[in-house]
């Protein structure tokens, strides 16, 4: 059995594509390529079903950036240390990258539909579904072609949790978001 040490920087690492594909709708939101809702717009009763701020372009963009960090994992599994705390096959970076990328997107799709249903605005706090949507959705796809430990799952899920809130909050500042949460 891993140190707890050693199971957070393998989470971490693990989480990495995850992290990123749920950065990228935010970083790219300016950009008018696919700014399409996925929802089409549609409501659902009299509220939207995902709401107008879940896009194609965060699809695409979001799987784009977890292919991307998946390749470059791959690409560094000839370092001794980062191999040491690889816990997947990053030789199937594409098919690794498309889970991860597209389920933490479903995942966080997935929160909104429900956020809309109960009347939680796009932004406003869902704790702790804010923190660990996308989290879920990446751990549960990728489980579909890879196998992952419980500890490894729980770890992520706690370990995602507070480094969400620190990385909105640093987003914030930055003002690269426009809420801290």
């Not at 950009?31 to 939207?48: C, R, W």
């Not at 816990?87 to 990328?101: A, H, N, T």
């Amino acid at each position: 059995m891993d140190s707890f040490l050693v199971l957070v920087l393998k989470s971490l690492y693990l989480m990495l594509p995850a992290y990123f594909a749920n950065m990228a709708p935010v970083i790219f939101r300016k950009i008018n390529f696919l700014d399409y809702p996925v929802d089409f717009s549609k409501k659902l009763g009299s509220k939207p079903v995902f709401g107008r701020h879940k896009t194609f372009r965060g699809f695409f963009f979001g799987i784009l950036f977890a292919i991307i960090i998946v390749y470059a994992q791959f690409r560094l599994m000839e370092t001794d240390s980062l191999r040491a705390i690889s816990i997947l096959d990053y030789s199937k970076w594409l098919l690794i990258g498309f889970l991860m990328g597209f389920g933490a997107l479903l995942g966080d799709l997935i929160k909104s539909f429900f956020k809309r249903r109960i009347g939680v605005g796009p932004g406003n706090k869902f704790i702790p579904f804010d923190q660990t949507d996308f989290v879920a959705g990446a751990l549960i796809f990728t489980m579909l072609a890879f196998e992952l430990s419980w500890q490894i799952f729980i770890v992520s899920l706690l370990l995602s949790f507070i480094l969400h809130i620190i990385v909105n909050h640093i987003s914030y500042w930055l003002k690269i978001r426009n809420e801290a949460w």
